[in-house]
């Protein structure tokens, strides 16, 4: 065969190859039904898209020069599709910002190295047909790009007009305060409608909002500055009062032994008096950044703004006269770049103790028992201390010393996959190790609390729950929007002082330990829990109330999470 048609032809297939590459992340959201509307605004937009930018210059070079970047998102964005069914947007953007690179690649072990390959051969395709297009002066058929222009400027008139008649049909609300309207304004812009699942064009549409978001952080930590509850203790107890709030990391609550788990997981813990696991817990939200700012403040389930707008139950805390403390094993993110760490700001104390990668070990949970220790030795009269730990966040077998390699194999000292099925034993032994070790944490934190001699409560709470291949299941982690990813383990203990100076709150925090009970109702149970008032406060909503009702338990995109139907043996959530 002539030299030069072999060449041809497999530069032919090359750029069949790259094309066919570049649209795979829409090719995977191929339809079962509604085909036009795929067809419309997924697959055909992201060809036109494509095409516009190889034809903004008459060689074809650097066209493909600028697709260079969507060519290396694509493993990416397969990765995403497939695994959480849905297209990067700006939570996910926001994710890999401000996550820390080690735990990034702690996420991704098992298939970093095929998403590493994946991009070399990439650029090694992307290579060859740059300079074969350099070489060989491919160009443009005269005609072609103008007509390519033409449809552009169509395009662009048309969604213009849609946008005009959208807005008119959906007139955004305008709110009070300005960044408000930069986070959640409604409605979304007609073109952020139709492309927010159109690769490449949902990753410009998602850096985009990002960005914006990122610009308003300042002024909102300015604004919630000047918020205040108005908090105060009106009946104060002359003894010590020490309360601590532990926010966990992944834990259900059906691997607890308290609650009949059948392993033993939490062996201290039930030989400990005075705790109380609740074993209908829910959290409306399957994601950390999203999920902790509903536990510590009264933002509601549905409330899709990534920041707050008012302080949390820190500053309400310092505003009834405690001092405050801040400890955590979780990744500092930046004061004004998370929401989490805009409300460890708020505390007088903010200590992040893991300067370390997620993926070495050697920095576990136990190293805020000491900061702990430091922070009670100060003697506060009137204390509050959140803690904020790594509990059993992947990988699972990282969280844990050797001492608590209990049930094995666990894959200790391996690189082990969340995402392979494989690996089922394996994940499911060292997830109950790594809970077994938060049982330790928790004993431990209550033995300083009781050497205090106070009038102390520790509430532990997980941001939200985990898939372990339970059953059939064929998903692992979270953010699957199935029963486990929301129902989370829960646990209070109060001193003994305590049960004296409260022992109607004591009673009914026992009474209410099956009681459907969601973390949007933790702010107001702990601040009630410390006899905390404030001028609107609602006791409706706090389960240490005689005026406390059980209410709907909404979840993030608006289901009612005890009247969805459970589809699968991955027990997936659906409108009834």
């Not at 048609?5 to 090359?14: E, I, Q, Y």
């Not at 060859?128 to 400027?153: E, F, N, T």
């Not at 006791?539 to 289901?559: A, N, V």
Request: with cysteine.
């Amino acid at each position: 065969m002539n030299q030069s048609l072999v060449h041809s032809l497999f530069r032919a297939v090359g750029l069949v190859v790259f094309g066919l590459l570049l649209l795979s992340p829409v090719l995977v959201q191929w339809p079962e039904q509604d085909l036009v509307p795929y067809l419309q605004w997924k697959l055909i937009a992201a060809v036109w898209f494509y095409m516009l930018i190889l034809s903004l210059f008459r060689s074809l070079w650097p066209g493909l020069v600028l697709l260079l970047p969507a060519a290396l998102l694509v493993p990416q964005e397969v990765f995403y599709l497939l695994t959480y069914q849905k297209n990067t947007d700006a939570h996910a953007i926001a994710i890999v910002a401000e996550t820390d690179l080690n735990e990034a690649l702690g996420y991704l072990t098992g298939i970093g190295v095929f998403l590493a390959l994946a991009v070399v051969a990439i650029v090694l395709l992307w290579w060859y047909l740059v300079r074969s297009a350099w070489q060989r002066h491919w160009q443009w058929q005269s005609g072609l790009r103008p007509v390519i222009w033409l449809i552009c400027i169509g395009v662009l008139v048309s969604l213009s007009w849609n946008e005009w008649q959208y807005q008119q049909i959906n007139k955004a609300k305008q709110r009070s305060n300005p960044e408000e309207n930069v986070f959640v304004q409604r409605p979304l812009p007609y073109s952020y409608e139709k492309f927010h699942a159109t690769y490449p064009l949902n990753m410009l549409i998602a850096v985009n909002e990002f960005v914006k978001q990122k610009q308003a952080v300042a002024d909102i930590a300015e604004s919630t500055a000047l918020f205040k509850f108005s908090a105060r203790q009106t009946d104060i107890p002359a003894q010590r009062q020490i309360y601590v709030l532990v926010i966990g990391e992944t834990l259900r609550p059906d691997r607890l032994q308290l609650n009949g788990y059948n392993r033993a997981t939490t062996p201290r813990l039930s030989g400990t008096k005075n705790v109380i696991s609740y074993t209908n817990m829910v959290s409306p939200w399957a994601w950390t950044r999203m999920s902790v700012p509903v536990i510590l403040s009264r933002k509601s389930a549905t409330d899709q703004r990534y920041f707050p707008t008012e302080t949390s139950v820190v500053a309400a805390f310092k505003e009834a006269g405690f001092s405050t403390a801040w400890l955590s094993t979780q990744s500092p993110l930046g004061v004004h770049d998370s929401s989490i760490a805009l409300h460890a700001s708020e505390a007088d104390q903010v200590q992040y103790l893991n300067p370390v990668g997620y993926k070495k070990e050697g920095f576990y949970d136990d190293i805020l028992l000491p900061a702990f220790d430091r922070v009670l030795q100060q003697n506060e009269q009137k204390q509050l201390i959140v803690l904020h730990t790594l509990g059993s966040h992947f990988s699972y077998a990282d969280r844990y010393p050797q001492a608590f390699d209990l049930f094995t194999p666990s894959g200790k000292g391996q690189s082990i996959s969340m995402h392979d099925q494989n690996s089922k034993v394996l994940l499911n032994n060292a997830y109950d190790n790594s809970v077994a070790y938060t049982d330790f944490i928790l004993f431990n934190l209550i033995k300083q609390l009781e050497q205090s001699q106070s009038i102390s409560g520790l509430f532990y709470v997980s941001d939200h729950g985990e898939n372990i291949f339970d059953g059939q299941c064929n998903k692992s982690g979270h953010g699957h929007n199935t029963e486990r990813d929301y129902r989370v383990a829960s646990i209070l203990w109060t001193s003994e002082l305590y049960n004296l100076q409260y022992p109607q709150k004591k009673s009914l925090a026992e009474q209410r330990r099956e009681q459907p009970l969601v973390t949007t109702n933790v702010f107001h149970s702990f601040l009630d829990l410390a006899g905390i008032e404030y001028p609107d406060q609602k006791l409706t909503k706090s389960w240490l109330s005689p005026d406390w009702r059980p209410s709907s338990r909404i979840l993030q995109q608006g289901l009612d999470f005890d009247k969805a139907t459970r589809v699968g043996e991955c027990q997936e959530l659906k409108a009834p």
